[in-house]
């Protein structure tokens, strides 16, 4: 499992930043895939599930309505499009992908930072 994501930066609070994620070593669509982060000093936390087919997505409670997490099956790519920032929202986001068979696998991560 190979996740490599891309398209953290700074950004003024309410703005907007996508977030993308590409897959490779795996078969992709057979995989939930996640968006995780941590603020310093901080748990790294659950931000966003969608299940192998793109038919259904969960979220945590803060980022409901703010992001949405989304993903392309044929270019094995999820992606993380999150608007209306706030500076809480500064961290650094992680793909996670899961098999649901024990197969999971981290991305190196993509600081953003919200911050005016």
């Known amino acids: 499992v190979q996740l490599v994501e891309s398209g953290g930066g700074l950004v003024q609070p309410g703005g907007s930043l996508r977030l993308s994620c590409a897959a490779s070593?795996?078969?992709?669509?057979?995989?939930?895939m996640s968006w995780y982060r941590q603020a310093p000093g901080k748990e790294r936390e659950w931000v966003a599930t969608i299940s192998g087919t793109g038919g259904s997505a969960n979220y945590e409670d803060s980022v409901k309505g703010r992001f949405t997490i989304s993903r392309d099956n044929a270019k094995n790519m999820v992606y993380l499009q999150m608007n209306s920032l706030k500076p809480e929202d500064t961290a650094v986001y992680y793909c996670y992908a899961n098999s649901g068979w024990g197969e999971t696998g981290w991305g190196q991560g993509t600081q953003v930072t919200v911050s005016s």
């Open positions: 070593g795996f078969t992709f669509s057979m995989y939930a």
